[in-house]
């Protein structure tokens, strides 16, 4: 296998927040690893800081995050890439695909070399026509300091597919030596934030808790940088018509926060190192592509930051994706044959996204040079299964990027149970190890007899009586932990918690859960309900043009996935429900 | 499920002899057929009806057609619509020959389901046309009439979009923890719970007065053994022709009738066990006569006039204090035996075998009917047992995520609230139809006549 970049140095990353996982996010850095991908290995050994986001609210949204030391991160996947059997990194620009009619045969380099190979997978990220924005001074780039690639964007032009325009942005960084942080601590303008302890990784396999090695601060944006963007608006490239594409809205930018919502008169604002030992702090939250001179006047107008150093300025990326309904489940495009698509090529943004998607375009490309069934997670499997159905059914008309709400089936997908979801699947066709299948044999078998020890052990109530364990657990006031400390004996081997976690879950919000698998059953039904590759959807009478449209442009493959294009209505399910079961009814009978 | 891109025929107007019958077409070859059955060329004028003769089979017929190009038109397909003298003879024939024409014949309730489909009516609309079609009593009528012109469903789509607009900010706050803010706090969720929960029990209220709409009134002849019940019950039904189904009694000893009396629709059951019962049966059947009694909606006590008020009688008037009730003095047409000061203050008089005042107490029961139902002035009436069913579902959900909220020490995370609210939301679409099963969508059509 190769893999080609554009410049070696660049493996592993981090063009924007040095952080991996979050809400949403965290899911499926759990379900990526479940399914033996490196991503939170590569955190847990990485990873400066390490926090559980929402733990106010409940087990479904509780999302791990780490902060990671970006060269470390990079370094460690570097090293990973290079030691693999089998993979063979190349270093050179791809111009355009080899092609047998509508297959994909291999790559062309620009310098006239050439690959062959039996799939190709496209992940070139914001590179595609890639071009970066700081003001008024705008400069063809894939990322700062590096090249765009231009031939293979127009390539994929000519061969038809739907190409769009999505911009994304990232914030200044400042130099930590030039921040008296313990002042503006004392003065109150900043906060301190610590890590979770004990922490909690976010690979199954990460027997330790990792360490928090960094603090960070949080403070909040002031009237005076308000002003300060008010003033220059005219500057911005958001805002004076130069950026043609279209910006993610749940991540805006300072200057959008500002003008969008006049009536805050404060922005919340986290500063994070990037690194055990660089001077690059993050500036999260300020995300701009004002004037490099506007950018420090607003950060000079944040309290405590008044002689901070800008290193290097915010900027806005403008690139070329693919409209992702060209592609099928398995992220292999339509158009043409055994080549896939993954990463922000296909409208995403984020680090967890991209990786989830590697690795389900590589398993299929895998699975179908072999010649074995693809591998597809469905909604009710977990978030890759969402994001991908998301993607090919609706496409893209701004980054996408995953959130819990999008998940119908969210009680169920949570990054505790994401190894008890997929770990299985991942073994049946060869992705999971040994030592990951024993881990997890050994996981699931302690949760099993968790389960029995629960319901054999009593306890005894406030009132007196004795109820069963597991009764008691259904109390608010009373977790896994508080049955541990009282004398039960609980297994709990991994880190992380997980075992207890999973355990008490599933008792407390029992009733919801058991809720929750009846929506999902009844669901499949409609997911099972194939729709043939050439259904002919002109013609029926009942479905707007512009609907007929959008289903010849997606091409869903079952009832269930059609339901959820947009502008399909209910009615417009059955109708097409009873135009297919007169169809194979016809064929059969 | 069958096909819904071709065009259908059939007779939209009631089977039997009528002045107007109507024949609807409705499809794509709708024009076509119009053309063919009128022999004509040019093309119709929308909306506007056209006299015309028809020629069908060997049957000339005079008759106006209109033509109404979709998708403004009622099953949003192009609609010919032919109306002609209602001879069964001449509609057939016009039926057949648009079947010549490429027209096949309509399923129940085919037209509606079209409708629905193409999005011209909800469920809820479609089948207010079902039950405004097999509406016996006005009450039915309005109450059909209202779900139709979409107050019910305007009704649940305000819920509905109350319970979105919650779902959106609880999933705000969750998803953007590092805005460090809650888009709405719980106390707010709660109230807002509460109040979208106090909106859907009073709907799902309505389903008590809805079922005496749909399924009529218990009305319950009760009395001592020989005073006239069961003439006074044959009087009753006799008076009346427009009895609708003689449904069986729940016991066999309780006769009872479906019927409109005056306007409202009852069940009327004359209660024959206190008659015979002389010996051991006696004990059973007083006490099945009671326990008609007991769930009636309305008693109707009948009184022999004739001879003095018996002691078991007083007990029975006592019993029926405070309840929906009337009382008929039977046997008028013999000399009154109450003493002055012993009798019953405001009964009817009546005699079931003169006739007599059975036609005021007719008036009375469909009074005491529409005073079960009127009174609290609820606009919309839920009468439908598929929307009572899932609005209490939907009510559930609702109050439970309010109740974990109000509880004061804990609080539900939020993902489980959004799981109830979502749960609710749920099943207030799918009485709309914005949600459902395609096996529920030939269940209701199945219960429509065809034509419609
Ligand atoms: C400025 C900026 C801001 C961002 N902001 C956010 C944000 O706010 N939130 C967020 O979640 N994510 C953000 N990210 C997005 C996140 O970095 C990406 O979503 C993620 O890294 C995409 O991964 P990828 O694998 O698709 O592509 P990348 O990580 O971009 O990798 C693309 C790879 O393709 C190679 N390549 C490109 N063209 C060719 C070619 N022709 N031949 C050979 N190799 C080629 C490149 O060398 C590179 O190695 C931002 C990224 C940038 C650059
Ligand atoms: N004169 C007269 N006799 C009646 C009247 N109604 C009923 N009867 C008679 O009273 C007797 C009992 O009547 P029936 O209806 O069987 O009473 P039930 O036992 O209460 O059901 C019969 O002989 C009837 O003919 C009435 O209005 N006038
Ligand atoms: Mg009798």
Not at chain 1, 125 to 148: M, S
Not at chain 1, 192 to 211: I, N, R, Y
Not at chain 2, 331 to 356: M, R
């Amino acid at each position: 296998m190769g893999l080609c970049t554009l410049s070696t140095a660049t493996i592993g990353t981090m063009p924007c927040n040095p952080a991996v996982g979050g809400t949403a996010k965290g899911q499926l850095v759990r379900e990526i690893d479940a399914l033996g991908g490196l991503m939170g290995l590569a955190i847990d050994a990485t990873g400066i800081q390490f926090k559980v986001l929402n733990q106010s609210r409940g087990p479904a949204v509780w999302a791990p995050r780490a902060q990671a030391d970006k060269q470390r991160y990079a370094r460690w996947m570097a090293e990973r890439l290079a030691h693999a059997p089998g993979i063979t990194i190349v270093e050179g620009q791809v111009a355009r695909l080899m092609l047998n009619g509508q297959t994909v045969t291999g790559v062309l380099l620009v310098d006239g070399r050439t690959f062959r190979g039996k799939a190709v997978v496209v992940t070139t990220g914001t590179f595609l026509n890639g071009i970066i924005h700081v003001g008024d001074d705008r400069r063809p780039a894939g990322r700062v300091g590096e090249p765009p690639s231009v031939h293979l964007g127009e390539h994929l032009r000519a061969l038809g597919f739907t190409v769009g325009r999505l911009k994304t942005g990232t914030p200044p960084r400042l130099s930590r030596a030039s921040i008296d942080f313990d002042r503006a601590v004392s003065a109150g303008v900043f906060h301190v934030e610590h890590g979770d302890e004990p922490s909690v990784p976010l690979s199954f396999l990460t027997e330790d808790a990792p360490s928090n090695t960094v603090v960070c601060w949080k403070l909040h944006s002031s009237t005076e940088s308000h002003g300060a963007v008010r003033r220059h608006i005219a500057r911005s490239p958001l805002y004076n018509g130069q950026i043609q594409g279209i910006g993610p809205r749940y991540c805006p930018s300072f200057e959008d926060k500002v003008m969008r919502f006049p009536d805050r008169d404060r922005h919340l604002v986290h500063l994070e190192p990037e690194g055990l030992d660089v001077d690059e702090i993050y500036v999260n939250g300020m995300s701009m592509s004002l004037p490099e001179d506007v950018q420090r006047e607003v950060i000079a107008s944040l309290p405590g930051l008044e002689s901070a150093r800008v290193l290097r300025p915010g900027y806005a990326v403008e690139y070329d994706f693919v409209q992702p309904t060209e592609l099928r489940h398995t992220l292999e495009t339509r158009r043409i044959g055994r080549l896939f698509l993954a990463g922000q090529i296909n409208g995403t943004s984020g680090y967890e996204e991209a990786a989830g998607q590697g690795l389900l375009a590589g398993v299929n490309a895998a699975l179908a040079v072999e010649g074995r069934p693809a591998f597809v997670v469905g909604r009710h499997e977990g978030y890759l299964g969402v994001m991908v159905d998301d993607l090919v059914s609706r496409g893209c008309l701004e980054p996408y990027r995953l959130f819990t709400s999008r998940a119908e089936h969210r009680l169920h997908l949570r990054a505790d149970n994401a190894d008890l979801r997929l770990t299985e699947r991942g073994r049946e066709i060869g992705l999971v190890g040994d030592a990951r299948w024993d881990a997890f044999q050994a996981r699931r078998a302690r949760l099993t007899r968790n389960r029995d020890t629960l319901r054999r052990v009593s306890v005894m109530a406030p009132s007196g009586a004795r109820v069963t364990a597991e009764d008691a657990l259904k109390w608010q006031e009373v977790t896994a932990g508080t049955l541990l400390e009282g004398g039960i004996a609980l297994e709990h081997a991994a880190a992380g918690g997980f075992d207890l976690a999973t355990l008490q879950t599933e008792i407390k919000y029992g009733g919801y859960l058991r809720r929750q698998d009846a929506e999902m059953r009844r669901a499949l039904h409609a997911e099972f309900q194939r729709i043939p590759d050439d259904f002919v959807y002109r013609g029926l009478s009942g479905l707007s043009a512009e609907l007929v449209q959008r289903l010849e442009e997606v091409r869903p493959e079952s009832l269930g996935q059609a339901s959820r294009i947009p502008g399909m209505t209910p009615a417009a399910t059955v109708l097409l429900n009873a135009v297919l079961s007169r169809k194979s009814a016809e064929k059969t009978g | 499920m069958f096909s819904t891109d071709d065009t259908i025929v059939a007779v939209a107007t009631a089977a039997g002899h009528s002045g107007v019958g109507l024949v609807r077409v409705s499809g794509p070859a709708a024009a076509a057929v119009g053309c063919g059955l009128a022999r004509r060329t040019a093309p119709w004028p929308a909306r506007r009806a056209v006299r015309t003769l028809v020629a069908a089979s060997d049957l000339t017929a005079d008759a106006l057609v209109t033509f109404f190009p979709g998708p403004a038109s009622y099953t949003g397909d192009d609609v010919l619509e032919v109306s002609a003298h209602g001879s069964p003879v001449i509609l057939a024939a016009i039926v057949r020959r648009a079947i010549e024409l490429g027209a096949r014949p309509a399923r129940p309730g085919e037209f509606t389901l079209r409708a629905f489909l193409r999005g011209k009516v909800d469920l809820v609309q479609a089948e207010a046309v079902r039950d405004l079609v097999a509406a016996v009593s006005p009450a039915q009528v309005r109450a059909a009439t209202a779900q139709l012109d979409g107050s019910l469903s305007a009704a649940l789509v305000e819920q509905a979009e109350a319970l979105r607009r919650l779902e959106t900010l609880l999933e705000a706050s969750m998803d953007f923890p590092d805005e460090g803010y809650r888009f709405i706090e719980p106390a707010e969720v709660h109230a807002a719970l509460a109040r979208v929960g106090e909106q859907m029990a009073r709907l799902v209220a309505t389903g008590g007065r809805g079922q005496l709409v749909r399924d009529g009134a218990r009305v319950v002849i009760a009395g001592v053994p020989n005073v006239g019940k069961s003439s006074v019950f044959n009087a009753l039904v006799g008076a009346d022709r427009a009895i609708v189904t003689p449904i069986a009694g729940t016991t066999r000893d309780i006769v009872s009738e479906r019927m409109v009396i005056d306007g409202a629709l009852v069940v009327l059951a004359d209660t024959a066990g206190l008659r015979d019962g002389v010996d051991r049966v006696e004990a059973e059947g007083v006490r099945r006569a009671s326990g008609a009694v007991e769930s009636a909606d309305v008693v109707v006590l009948v009184l022999d006039g004739s001879r003095e008020i018996l002691d078991e009688e007083r007990a029975l008037l006592r019993s029926l204090d405070g309840r929906p009730a009337i009382v008929a003095r039977n046997k008028a047409d013999l000399p009154c035996a109450w003493a002055a000061g012993d009798g019953v203050v405001g009964a009817l008089p009546v005699s079931a075998v003169a006739g007599d005042g059975v036609a005021a107490l007719g008036r009375a029961i469909a009074r005491a009917v529409a005073g079960l139902s009127g009174g609290d002035g609820e606009a919309v009436v839920v009468t439908n047992e598929r929307h009572r069913v899932l609005l209490a579902r939907a009510l559930a959900r609702v109050r439970h995520a309010a109740a974990e909220l109000g509880a004061s020490g804990h609080q539900l995370p939020e993902e489980f609230v959004v799981a109830d609210i979502r749960a609710g939301l749920a099943a207030l679409e799918e009485v709309t139809g914005r949600r459902t099963a395609d096996t529920l969508l030939d269940e209701i059509f199945a219960g429509f006549c065809i034509g419609k």
